[in-house]
Every structure is written in C-alpha cells, then in structure tokens.
C-alpha cells in the first residue's frame, strides 16, 4: 500500500503526486539504459558495474551543473521537455573535455508544487540528453518546497560520473606553439548569460512569442534552442585525431574558459572573423549595446567547444566532427605566451 498523510498534504507535500511522476517518467528513463545499469529508478541508490576491460589504470571523473536562469524562459513559456536536454550537457560536456566516456547521470528537481506531468516533461528532456551522450538516467530525486519557492516554479540540477583511461586523459599538457584550435558550432545561447539576456529582454510571456525575422523564429524559440551535446563527436575526435585540450564554452565565455584548457607558455590565438556569430547574439549586442568584449565574456557566440589539435592532424579532427553531425572549423592555433587567449 502506497503511503499517504492528510497532514503533510495540508502542509503542502502531495506524496501520491510523487508516486504519479514516477510513474510517468518511467517510459522515458527505460530509454536511456545502457550496458552497465543494475538497478532501476525508485530506490535508495542507483547502481552501475562499469566496464573496465582495456582499460590500463580507469579515472572516474564527475561533472555537475545547473541550466541557471534559462528555467525563466522556459516557466514563462511553459515549455519544460527541452530543459532537461540542457542540464544534461551541462554535465556531460565538461566531463569529456578530459576525454571521459560519461556513465551515468542523476537529476534534481525542486519545486512550489509537484505537478506529475510537468516533472515527467522535464525528465523527458533529461532522457534525451542522456541518450544523445550515450549515458544512463539511473536515479533522481524531485522534492517539493511548498512555501519556499511558488507553485508553479522549479529549479533543475544534474550530477554525471564519467569514465577515461588515465595514459588517456586530456589536460593540455602536452600543447605547443603550432598546434591548431578547433571550433564547434554552438545551437544558440545555450545556458549561460540568461541573466544578462534578461536584463536585456525584460522577458515577459508576450515578448517571447514575438517573431523575429533576424532570428526565424519568436525569441522564446530561439532562447530555449537546446545546448548542443558534444560527446560523441567530441569522443569521434579524439580517436580521429590527436587533441591536447578541450574547452566548453560556458558561462564566461571565450576569456574564461579557452584559457582553462591552457598550458602555462601558451596562448590561444582566435581569429574573429571565423567566429560564426550566430543571430541571436548580434540581436542580444544591439539591444543591449553591449561592447564587443562583454559579449565574448559572457556568451559562446557561436562556439560550443574549443579543440587544440596537432597541426598535423586537425584535418582528421575536422572531418571526424563533421561527419558526426556538427559543425567544425578551425579557430585559430596556439601561440607562445601566457595571455590565455586573444581574439584578433
């Protein structure tokens, strides 16, 4: 028999809504199995047996993140089964940035009030994303703050456990002068800078479904556009080709995270012109009048993942992310000095 309480119901907590969301995500988490699950949703722990064999000496490596201020547009708009895509990749994409496989991943949702089918949306997103980056949704938890925060909000968290062959690992170590920086094309804005394209917008339900011409698409569209999973393509270059360090372009953007991947006499020289600057960030700029540097500090402008990669085997890289359905380009290369980046 299924518990119930009158009184913490009265309190605000529905535990059968609870129950009810389980349910309803179930079919989306099956989808996400993969060689190595144990154990299902709805117990005290998730369980997973990796697979070492040849591996020399496995490194686990773990990510965590949140999808921020975007959630805003997403509540406003009333569209939540794209916003688990987000958490998601925020996760993943930091883990394979050191060439780790992610395993698994877990979720978190706090909300006002827990409404099954909006919960079951949101970790339908979350599944997505866990299939696209090849790793198991094998656990989470949704708690209810009634009082706390109104009913219809919510804020959405994520954990991953990644794996990687030490002798394997990726840390920029071995980068030189010559080596050449690969770009990945973003999807939009992703999931960082929302407070300042809030800010910016004023964002209200009415101005996010304004059709934009420079977009083509309403605001709402294109500010909820999914973050780009680069795992696989990612993982497809680094058997392709010989990649010393990998950035995720997040919150920061390109002055803060490209010089994470660097090495101490080093310097990542990008050249402006082949920054495909998406539409959305040449319309956030205008209205804002932001300056230019603000605008590469905040925001991947186009740019999802910075690769740096053997002169000699850049075209192999190239090619091995294009033919995994992105778009790569090459950025820049790597220069002597310790500036972290520079943008010519």
Same mark, same amino acid.
């Given at each position: 028999?299924?518990?119930?309480?009158?009184s %913490?119901k009265?309190?605000?907590?529905?535990?059968?809504?609870? %129950?009810?969301?389980?349910? !309803?995500?179930?079919?989306?988490?099956?989808k996400?199995?993969i060689?190595?699950?144990?154990?299902g949703?709805?117990?005290?722990?998730?369980?997973?047996?990796?697979?070492?064999s040849?591996?020399?000496k496995?490194?686990?490596?773990?990510?965590?993140?949140?999808?921020?201020?975007?959630?805003v547009?997403?509540?406003?708009?009333?569209k939540?089964?794209?916003i688990?895509?987000?958490?998601?990749?925020?996760? /993943?994409?930091?883990v394979v940035?050191?060439?780790a496989?992610?395993?698994f991943?877990?979720?978190?949702?706090?909300?006002?009030?827990?409404?099954?089918?909006?919960?079951?949306?949101? /970790?339908?997103?979350?599944?997505?994303?866990?299939?696209?980056s090849?790793?198991? !949704?094998?656990?989470?938890?949704?708690?209810?703050?009634p009082?706390?925060?109104p009913?219809?909000?919510?804020d959405?968290?994520?954990?991953? /456990?990644?794996?990687v062959?030490?002798?394997?690992?990726?840390?920029?170590?071995r980068?030189?002068?010559?080596d050449?920086?690969?770009g990945i094309?973003?999807?939009?804005?992703?999931?960082?800078g929302?407070?300042?394209?809030?800010?910016?917008?004023?964002l209200?339900?009415?101005?996010?479904?304004?059709?934009c011409e420079?977009?083509?698409?309403?605001?709402?569209?294109?500010?909820?556009?999914?973050?780009?999973?680069?795992?696989k393509?990612?993982?497809?270059a680094?058997?392709?080709?010989?990649v010393k360090?990998v950035?995720?372009?997040?919150?920061g953007?390109?002055?803060?995270?490209?010089?994470?991947?660097?090495?101490?006499?080093?310097?990542?020289?990008?050249e402006?012109?082949?920054?495909?600057? !998406?539409?959305?960030?040449?319309?956030?700029?205008?209205?804002?009048?932001i300056?230019?540097?603000d605008?590469?500090?905040t925001?991947?402008?186009?740019v999802?993942?910075?690769?740096?990669?053997?002169?000699?085997?850049?075209?192999?890289?190239?090619?091995?992310?294009?033919?995994a359905?992105?778009?790569?380009?090459?950025l820049?290369?790597?220069?002597?000095?310790?500036e972290?980046?520079?943008?010519?």
């Amino acid at each position: 028999m299924k518990s119930f309480s009158e009184s %913490y119901k009265a309190a605000g907590v529905d535990v059968t809504a609870g %129950y009810k969301a389980v349910e !309803l995500m179930k079919e989306h988490v099956k989808k996400t199995a993969i060689p190595g699950v144990v154990s299902g949703i709805g117990g005290f722990g998730g369980l997973f047996a990796p697979d070492f064999s040849g591996m020399k000496k496995p490194v686990l490596v773990s990510g965590t993140d949140g999808v921020g201020t975007k959630l805003v547009a997403a509540m406003l708009m009333d569209k939540h089964d794209t916003i688990g895509i987000d958490c998601v990749a925020m996760c /993943v994409n930091d883990v394979v940035c050191c060439g780790a496989k992610p395993l698994f991943f877990l979720d978190y949702i706090a909300c006002g009030k827990n409404v099954p089918e909006k919960i079951a949306s949101i /970790v339908k997103g979350v599944a997505e994303g866990c299939v696209q980056s090849g790793c198991a !949704l094998i656990g989470g938890e949704t708690a209810e703050h009634p009082g706390v925060m109104p009913d219809d909000e919510y804020d959405l968290a994520g954990f991953t /456990v990644g794996m990687v062959d030490e002798e394997k690992i990726i840390d920029g170590s071995r980068m030189e002068p010559g080596d050449v920086l690969i770009g990945i094309a973003s999807s939009g804005i992703h999931s960082n800078g929302f407070s300042l394209v809030r800010k910016v917008f004023g964002l209200t339900r009415e101005k996010l479904e304004i059709y934009c011409e420079e977009l083509g698409q309403t605001l709402g569209e294109a500010l909820l556009t999914p973050t780009r999973l680069y795992v696989k393509p990612a993982l497809a270059a680094i058997a392709a080709a010989d990649v010393k360090a990998v950035s995720h372009i997040t919150g920061g953007g390109f002055y803060e995270n490209i010089p994470r991947m660097m090495r101490p006499g080093c310097t990542a020289k990008v050249e402006r012109a082949a920054v495909p600057v !998406l539409p959305i960030f040449d319309l956030i700029q205008k209205t804002g009048n932001i300056p230019q540097r603000d605008m590469f500090n905040t925001f991947n402008m186009g740019v999802g993942m910075c690769m740096a990669v053997s002169k000699e085997t850049a075209d192999a890289a190239v090619r091995a992310l294009n033919s995994a359905g992105e778009r790569a380009f090459v950025l820049g290369e790597v220069t002597t000095g310790d500036e972290g980046v520079v943008i010519v």
